[in-house]
């Protein structure tokens, strides 16, 4: 059974940082595209950031490229997502997901999720 439990959530102010964490735990870790989604209120979840199982490819939506990003520690099962020069759009929640499937397919179309975790919350103060 995949499981995914999303962390380090919180309350920052404008231009802060946080990290977020994703914890793996039920299948093959290695062979998996993890990616980042959000929702904010009012709007449809987008993709945030995606990569491969290896950790070779990464795909990142337009408004983080250059402020987040995604890596991956394949021996503890885990994905992070580096958020830094935060802004007050970036509020939302994040859910991190995962799929065989390419990060392309999973960031732009949220096409081959097999698993979402419960979210985590980032408000900007």
């Known amino acids: 059974q995949l499981q995914l439990v999303e962390s380090g959530g919180g309350l920052v102010q404008p231009g802060g940082s946080l990290r977020l964490s994703c914890a793996a735990s039920?299948?093959?870790?290695?062979?998996?595209?993890i990616g980042w989604f959000r929702q904010a209120p009012g709007k449809e979840r987008e993709g945030v950031s995606c990569?491969?199982?290896?950790?070779?490819?990464?795909n990142y939506a337009d408004s983080v490229k250059g402020r987040f990003t995604i890596s991956r520690d394949n021996a503890k099962n885990t994905v992070y997502l580096q958020m830094n020069s935060l802004k007050p759009e970036d509020t939302a929640i994040y859910y991190c997901?995962?799929?065989?499937?390419?990060?392309?397919?999973?960031?732009?179309?949220?096409?081959?999720?097999?698993?979402w975790g419960q979210g985590t919350q980032v408000t900007e103060t």
């Open positions: 039920g299948f093959t870790f290695g062979y998996y595209t």
């Open positions: 990569i491969s199982g290896g950790g070779g490819s990464t």
């Open positions: 997901a995962a799929g065989r499937t390419t990060v392309q397919r999973m960031c732009n179309m949220a096409m081959g999720v097999a698993s």
